[in-house]
Nanobody
Framework: QVQLVESGGDSVQPGESLRLSCLVS????????IAWFRQAPGKEREEVSC????????YYADSVKGRFATSRDNAKNTVYLQMNSVRPEDTAVYYC????????????????WGQGTQVTVST
């Protein structure tokens, strides 16, 4: 029943910024986490970030630390991925997904997935 819809993907140049949005329906955003994943052709799926309401429950992949930031707008049921200083290796389809019950923990599971949004970084 949970539905997630990503938007904001685009074709941009290296060094530019982009903000992805994940609109979540039929899910209490206050309760659990939302993770961002990405997958590029020929590469395995990679978790980019995750954010929840639990204090300190935040994750970033080493490849994006210092460049990307994830945030929440509970009133809009939306989670964002702010992508700064993008690089060609950031090119991928980006997906958001529910993370239950937290982002970091041995009992963490991934629930529903969105359809993905394409980000292309090239000159």
């Amino acid at each position: 029943q949970v539905q997630l819809v990503e938007s904001g993907g685009d074709s941009v140049q290296p060094g530019e910024s982009l903000r992805l949005s994940c609109l979540v329906s039929f899910f209490t955003l206050d309760a659990y986490g939302i993770a961002w994943f990405r997958q590029a052709p020929g590469k395995e799926r990679e978790e980019v970030s995750c954010i929840s309401t639990r204090e300190g429950d935040l994750y970033y992949a080493d490849s994006v630390k210092g460049r990307f930031a994830t945030s929440r707008d509970n009133a809009k049921n939306t989670v964002y991925l702010q992508m700064n200083s993008v690089r060609p290796e950031d090119t991928a389809v980006y997906y958001c997904a529910t993370s239950i019950p937290t982002c970091v923990g041995s009992d963490r599971v991934i629930g529903a997935w969105g359809q993905g949004t394409q980000v292309t970084v090239s000159t």
